[in-house]
């Protein structure tokens, strides 16, 4: 099983900028995809955004035209770029891999249990 690495996290004020990176320990199959989850103490883990191996890619509404996903497929690195950080994004950021053959929307991938998931990288945004 691929363990995944995040890294990035940090305390920024409202309006700054953050970039984390999500670091593959092992191969991971080419056809899979890549995704960026967030979750808040107490609250259900949410989907940020998916990018799939042909670099397509999906956005949660609430971060769209904010955050950027993109992937360093020879170094099997995923990034996600925030921008205009606002204190709603306030949670602990998830890496997941995971094979979109397995069926269900992407952002179900807690629900079902699936995927590879990382340890998590905090991100505070203060006012």
């Known amino acids: 099983q691929v363990h995944l690495l995040e890294c990035g996290g940090a305390s920024v004020q409202a309006g700054g900028s953050l970039r984390l990176s999500c670091a593959a320990s092992a191969y991971v199959d080419s056809t899979y995809s890549m995704a960026w989850f967030r979750q808040v103490p107490g609250e259900k883990r949410e989907g940020v955004a998916t990018?799939?191996?042909?670099?397509?890619?999906k956005y949660d509404y609430s971060v769209k035209g904010r955050f950027t996903i993109s992937k360093d497929n020879a170094k099997t690195i995923v990034y996600l770029q925030m921008q205009d950080l606002k204190p709603e994004d306030t949670a602990m950021y998830y890496c997941?891999?995971?094979?979109?053959?397995?069926?269900?929307?992407?952002?179900?991938?807690?629900?079902?249990?699936?995927?590879?998931w990382g340890q998590g990288t905090q991100v505070t945004v203060v006012s």
């Open positions: 990018i799939d191996s042909d670099g397509s890619t």
């Open positions: 997941v891999s995971y094979d979109p053959k397995a069926g269900g929307a992407w952002y179900d991938l807690p629900f079902y249990g699936l995927g590879s």
